[in-house]
Nanobody, 119 residues
Framework: QVQLVESGGGLVQPGGSLRLSCAAS????????MAWYRQAPGKEREFVAI???????VYGNSVKGRFTISRDNPERTAYLQMNNLEPEDSAVYYC?????????????WGQGTQVTVSS
């Protein structure tokens, strides 16, 4: 089973930027759709962005125009570039990998990385 390791979270001021990375331990990385979700305390999990195996990208409404998702297939890594961060972006960010079109029982989740936006 593929394993995911996220990195790049931390504390940043409003208006700042961070780049999250998600390294996958699979030689079949190109078969997976890679997505990011986030969850803030007391809130439901929220879809952030997805990059499909064919490199199509889709974004959640709250991050459109500020976040960019990408993938590097030879490096087996997905990225989330986050610009113009707002306090409302503070959450634990989770990387996911799946072969199916939608989240399901076979979706693999990373351990999460904390992003805090505060002055």
């Amino acid at each position: 089973q593929v394993q995911l390791v996220e990195s790049g979270g931390g504390l940043v001021q409003p208006g700042g930027s961070l780049r999250l990375s998600c390294a996958a331990s699979t030689t079949n990385f190109m078969a997976y759709h890679m997505a990011w979700y986030r969850q803030a305390p007391g809130k439901e999990r929220e879809f952030v962005a997805i990059v499909t195996k064919t490199s199509t990208t889709v974004y959640g409404n709250s991050v459109k125009g500020r976040f960019t998702i990408s993938r590097d297939n030879p490096e087996r890594t997905a990225y989330l570039q986050m610009n113009n961060l707002e306090p409302e972006d503070s959450a634990v960010y989770y990387c996911t990998a799946r072969i199916e079109p939608s989240i399901g029982r076979n979706t693999v989740w990373g351990q999460g990385t904390q992003v805090t936006v505060s002055s």
